[in-house]
């Protein structure tokens, strides 16, 4: 068993027009130290921490975690559109495991899955399907949400069923940091895009071109200060990333869901497949991060964030 770990923020508008070329040249070039580390490594399998934005999972059942053992992508923002190399019988034996350590979770034999999945995926490995993955769901936008000390217990409980597998394992978390989108909610939502994030009410072509123009119109305004979302939080975002890269994940066991959005926006409990995704590696041991990268990007709305890590010792 070999464990390593890239944790990245993601945003529909990488792959969308609008963000300066300056902002995307810093961001791929962070992308792209990450990626090199992850070829250095070699990875058999990956397990991804992602949460979805009402086109896999919706509010007619939303459990707080997923483990898929088949998935598809759903193709918004550019992003692949296709079946996932899941390996059903390790994803099974994922879930068997993590049920056995004592933290719920779903199983999915048919799981979608968004950019949330997909864009780390194609931007760390160049396509999607270039290495097996078990795509493990957070939710992160559907209230109630719960602590994020059940995220690390998730995460310790993969942790512990990699140990166990002879492979080179990357785990990957896909999310955060502070940034706080326009996210439909029940109370706020008009009928049409309410019956889709209840029921899961399929997309037409026009009804998606119209989300992803309505998205850039967004981080333009988002960008000039030209609407009601809330800002970015540096100093959140700091706070978070100090916490993780020091390996002591106990210290968010105190953050309430309160806090995280007030603090960091509606989004920034995406920190959850962060947490899971550093508990899976803390579980074999002491770690290091090694490549190391932030900068608030209004364009992309977020706190853009890239984290890779390594053990530097294994539990005997």
């Known amino acids: 068993m070999a464990l ?8 529909p508008l990488l792959n969308l027009p609008g963000p300066p070329r300056e902002l995307m040249d810093d961001v791929e070039a962070a992308i792209a130290e990450a990626a090199a580390f992850v070829a250095d490594f070699d990875p058999q399998l990956t397990v991804v921490f992602a949460p979805d934005h009402y086109n896999g999972f919706f509010l007619r059942l939303m459990p707080p975690f997923c483990i898929g053992t088949a998935a598809a992508g759903i193709g918004d923002y550019g992003t692949h559109l296709g079946a996932l190399d899941v390996p059903a019988d390790l994803a ?24 949330a999945v997909v864009q ?3 931007r760390i490995f160049g396509a999607a399907t270039a290495c097996p993955v078990i795509p493990i769901f957070i939710n992160a936008v559907a209230a109630p949400l719960g602590p994020l000390s059940r995220a690390r217990a998730l995460g310790a409980a993969v942790g512990e069923f990699l140990a166990g597998l002879d492979l080179r394992v990357l785990v990957l978390g896909s999310g955060g940091l502070s940034h706080d989108p326009p996210i439909p909610t029940l109370e706020t939502a008009p009928p049409v895009t309410r019956d889709r994030i209840l029921h899961g009410t399929a997309m037409t072509a026009q009804q998606r071109q119209a989300r992803q123009e309505a998205t850039i119109a967004a981080a333009r305004d988002f960008a000039a200060g030209a ?6 939080n540096p100093e959140f975002d700091a706070r978070f990333l100090s916490i993780v890269d020091d390996g002591d994940l106990g210290d968010l066991d105190d953050w309430s869901n309160t806090y995280i959005t007030e603090a960091g926006g509606g ?9 899971a995704a550093f508990a899976a590696l803390a579980a074999q041991g002491g770690y290091r991060t090694a490549h190391r990268y ?5 364009d992309l709305i977020a706190g853009f964030a ?4 390594e053990l530097t010792e294994v539990n005997g």
Do not use: F, K
């Open 227 to 232: 609407n009601n979302l809330a800002p970015l």
């Open 267 to 275: 989004s920034a409990h995406e920190i959850r497949t962060w947490v």
């Open 294 to 298: 932030y900068r608030t990007a209004p």
């Open 4 to 11: 390593a770990l890239c944790c990245m923020s993601h945003s």
């Open 306 to 309: 890239v984290r890779t890590a």
């Open 92 to 115: 099974r034996q994922c879930a068997e495991a993590v049920l056995e350590h004592g933290v719920d979770v779903a199983v999915s034999a048919a799981m979608d899955v968004d950019h």
């Open 120 to 122: 780390p995926l194609e």
